[in-house]
């Protein structure tokens, strides 16, 4: 009986430097400078404010875009007031924008 003659592995080749510079960029990204934190509290203690105000959803989302406007936050950092926009869609039960918003 012929034996089957055994099938060679293709190999993957891998940039492994371009590879490594992609990972490097995304955890630059990841890393939060102090100015970024400093934007994000402000925004996140003027958004307080809001809320101790009984605004309502739609005002506290208003002032949050100018405020990520106007305070020029990183995109880095947005991720986090998109977080609190939809905690307070949840405490104020608007489900269907907190869902929009996680």
Do not use: G
């Amino acid at each position: 009986m012929p034996q089957p003659k055994p099938q060679k592995k293709k190999e993957l080749k891998v940039d492994t430097k371009a590879l490594q510079a992609k990972e490097n960029k995304l955890c630059s990204d990841l890393v939060e400078s102090p100015t970024s934190k400093n934007k994000y509290k402000l925004l996140q203690n003027q958004i307080k404010e809001l809320e101790k105000a009984n605004a309502s959803y739609k005002q506290v989302t208003v002032r949050c875009m100018e405020l990520i406007l106007s305070l020029k936050v990183p995109q880095k950092m947005q991720w986090r007031v998109f977080l609190d926009m939809a905690d307070f869609a949840k405490r104020e039960s608007k489900f269907d924008e907190a869902r929009y918003l996680f």
